[in-house]
């Protein structure tokens, strides 16, 4: 028997509630408000942590949400899904001599609501340069990018191949840390500014890379990764296999009561993605739903309060156990696997995830004219300007770190604009700006 409507809705309720304004004040004044915070300096984006929280204290949130989202504008994605125990919230002196750490994400949350609220960043675009940045990938990077170069003055076109904004804060997040609803209206924010969109126009189908490069004078790249890895063993493709991001889109985007669960769950691999998938996979109502991971526990790559969330909703973890294959009639029956001790143990299972990391967007950044890759296929860019080999090509996010975490991306986006600024892209002669309009029958966003 499946979990009623209120049962899934109580499992899937945010994990971090909102503060309300006494809580907020309360916690505010707790801030120490040290000199050359190292709050400050452990966040990848640098937000002036005492300042915003000081600005909060006395009831000032939009000067709040101001120095917020002046260093951030996805900050309130990242209040909600930031692994803070290992960034900010690690950072803070009062997590010293057994004290509590300022909740630092739950006060950053608390004004950056503020601003969603009103449907408003709380600073304009600025004078109109008269050059032009293209963007592909409306994911946390290149939505950084595109708003930090609208704050310089650039024109910004964002080139999409899907038809929904947000990247992966929109599909891929678990909905108890961040809701679909609230990454798209963030991703709103940064329309406010005055960039154009052009959803569903995918490089290399509706527009080529010499059409971006033509119409702009320089572009970023903020694609992230590709599908997740296959596990190459017999009977993958089997009815009940599937990738993590596939099933987490799928609760992130559909009713959660038309998202199909088996009643005995196998997630394969063991970093935060994982996590998500066999806590989720608990919550939608599986009986038993357990990790299965090639080594052991000191190794695993998730954080270790992902672990911990998983272990309090029942999930179950079995280490040192390496795929061979997958057994059924027509769908999933049993996944076999080998242990270290070289011999197979089987799991009966209705339902396999696959959760082994992302591919490199191999066909997209391949054909990236003049733009070169390691060996792992990761982008390679200056550290400090986001540039690539091609002069005119920037790129930041999972296409170049590998897979880091939303604020990494926002981080790269803003680097990058600031770089295409620096390095004076578009300013050696004059240029006649074309229409960013893409040749395309119906769809233009």
């Given amino acids: 028997m499946g979990l009623t409507a209120e049962q899934i809705a109580a499992n899937f ?10 809580e ?7 801030c120490l408000y040290c ?4 709050c400050t300096r452990a966040c990848p984006t640098h937000i002036d942590v005492p300042a915003f929280i000081k600005k909060i204290a006395t009831g000032n949130l939009r000067g709040s949400a101001r120095v917020i989202l002046e260093a951030n504008v996805m900050g309130g994605s990242c209040a909600r899904a930031c692994p803070v125990e290992e960034l900010c919230e690690g950072a803070c002196v009062e997590a010293m001599h057994e004290k509590r750490p300022i909740q630092i994400a739950r006060l950053q949350r608390h004004a950056t609501d503020w ?7 709380p600073f304009r675009a600025g004078a109109d340069i008269g050059r032009s940045v293209g963007v592909v990938g ?5 939505l950084s990018c595109a708003a930090e170069a609208r704050r310089l003055g650039f024109r910004v076109t964002v080139y999409e191949a899907r038809e929904l904004l947000g990247g992966l804060n929109t599909t891929a997040i678990a909905d108890y840390k961040l809701t679909a609803a609230t990454a798209l209206a963030e ?3 940064v329309k406010g500014l005055g960039a154009e969109f052009r959803l569903g126009c995918a490089v290399g189908r509706e527009v080529t890379w010499d059409e971006l490069l033509q119409k702009h004078d320089a572009v970023f790249v903020g694609v992230g990764l590709g599908g997740t890895r296959r596990l190459g063993v017999p009977g993958e493709n089997l009815k009940g296999v599937m990738d993590a991001l596939t099933f ?11 998202v199909w669960v088996g009643r005995r769950v196998c997630v394969v691999g063991a970093g935060n993605t994982a996590i998500d998938a066999v806590t989720q996979a608990k919550r939608l109502g599986a009986d038993v739903s357990f990790i299965a991971y090639r080594r052991g526990e000191a190794e695993k790559p998730c954080y270790d309060f992902e672990y911990d969330l998983a272990k309090k909703d029942a999930c179950l973890f079995y280490w040192h156990l390496a795929p061979v294959r997958i057994e059924g009639d027509g769908r999933v029956e049993r996944a076999v696997f080998k242990g270290a001790d070289g011999r197979e143990v089987a799991f009966e299972t209705d339902m396999v995830i696959v959760a082994i990391g992302q591919a490199p967007r191999s066909d997209l950044l391949g054909s990236a004219p003049g733009v070169k890759r390691d060996e792992k296929g990761r982008v390679v860019v200056d550290a400090v300007t986001k540039q690539t080999s091609n002069p005119r090509i920037f790129a930041g996010g999972d296409c170049v770190n590998g897979g880091k975490e939303v604020v990494n991306a926002v981080a790269d986006g803003k680097a990058a604009a600031r770089g295409i600024e620096k390095m004076g892209i578009g300013t050696e002669k004059p240029r006649r700006h074309e229409s960013t309009e893409v040749s395309r029958s119906g769809k233009n966003g």
């Fill in 24 to 30: 907020a004040r309360a916690e505010a004044n707790r």
């Fill in 115 to 121: 601003a969603l609220a009103r449907k408003e960043l």
């Fill in 13 to 22: 309720a945010e994990v971090v509630p909102a503060m309300t304004e006494a």
């Fill in 35 to 38: 000199y050359d915070a190292p």
């Fill in 138 to 142: 409306a994911g946390p990077a290149g």
């Fill in 248 to 258: 987490i889109e799928e609760l992130k985007l559909k009713p959660k009561r038309d």
């Fill in 187 to 189: 991703a709103e924010l």
